[in-house]
């Protein structure tokens, strides 16, 4: 199924502030890294791994502290996009995803920055 060039953004206003982004396919994350300026830095897990299972987690703390505070928060009259926008992966039922970052093996951190990538 074809992915609409607006799903993504819509999905995107719908998360929570403190998930990382769950991405599915190669698409979803072609449409992400050219959607946005800021790098990318996605977590390639297996969700039998322990580890995997604890990046998660730092994954989730990581965006919290990402995140720009609540519309109530006077802090900040603007909000700023965050400094580097957080994805998580399910390499096991992502294959095309795993093989594009060239994971060997769980879990694998991937900075893309305009699409290239380094572990």
């Known amino acids: 199924m074809p992915s609409s060039p607006f799903l993504l953004p819509?999905?995107?206003?719908?998360l929570p502030p403190s998930s990382p982004l769950e991405l599915?396919?190669?698409?979803?994350?072609?449409?992400?890294?050219e959607s946005?300026?800021?790098p990318l830095l996605?977590?390639?897990?297996?969700?039998w791994c322990a580890h995997s299972r604890a990046?998660?987690?730092?994954?989730?703390?990581?965006?919290?502290?990402?995140?720009?505070?609540?519309?109530?928060s006077p802090s900040r009259a603007t909000t700023a996009p965050?400094?580097?926008?957080?994805?998580?992966v399910d390499g096991t039922k992502a294959e095309d995803v795993?093989?594009?970052l060239d994971v060997?093996?769980?879990?694998?951190?991937v900075f893309l920055r305009d699409g290239a990538g380094d572990e």
């Open 98 to 100: 795993a093989d594009a």
């Open 24 to 33: 599915d396919s190669l698409a979803q994350l072609q449409q992400l890294s």
């Open 42 to 47: 996605v977590a390639v897990l297996a969700p």
């Open 55 to 72: 990046l998660s987690q730092e994954f989730s703390s990581l965006e919290r502290s990402l995140s720009p505070p609540s519309p109530s």
């Open 104 to 109: 060997k093996g769980y879990p694998t951190i």
């Open 36 to 38: 946005h300026t800021q």
């Open 10 to 14: 819509l999905v995107l206003l719908l």
């Open 82 to 88: 965050p400094p580097l926008i957080l994805a998580t």
